[in-house]
């Protein structure tokens, strides 16, 4: 079985699923990472306004995360632009209009065209319109392909878990699906999360490296939603 994980940006998926990719790398389970909005200016702290800088720097510190792991991710950027590179906002606010329509739709194909096996998805917790993006096309080629869903972090630290299981139990009624939550803990783990999240430099700084482990702490892992079936095919895998 193989597992594909769709990144809305370059560091969603390091953020959201350290633990659980190393788990699955040392499990000799194949991850290929999709990362979507890869053509970028942005950053959180200041390093340059230049597109063709920030998204080449980007991918090098996404690189310099898949060396941390031992380089046993198979990563394809999809090299669509990020919402402020194109329609100028960054939170959902209204429906979706023509371009994001269309984005949804590439989407799709390339997940319909690409994924066998299991995929991670976010829940697209705090509406980041790239995130609602991946979550929507994923919504509507489900259940033709098997889903587990992980937190969108820092985001899923500043809300509570009444917020999360709202957000989840919607989530649910649009997929028709019981969502049961699953963590992926940190028995038998090696990995310095810490460290490897501040590989993303250009995205990061102590406080929200700080948030993510905070949450991963509370946790004692990573936590994930998915239909009972999918949720033991993941545990299969990372047993
Ligand atoms: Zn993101």
Redesign the pocket.
Known sequence: MKTYILS??I??AAFGLTCTISKLISNHVSVDLINCFTITKWTGVFVSKDIEVVSALRKQEDAAFNQYLGSAIKVTNLELLDAPLRNNYIHQFHPFNENELELIEQLKNHLLQQVDGLLFCPLALGN?I??VLCLEAVIQVYPKIKVVFFE?LPYANRITLDEIKFHVDNLAKRLDAKLNSFISDLDQYTIDKNQAIHLYKSQVDEEICAEIIAHQNALNGERLWGEADNINLLKSLLN
């Open positions: 809305p940006h560091d969603d980041h790239d995130h969108d």
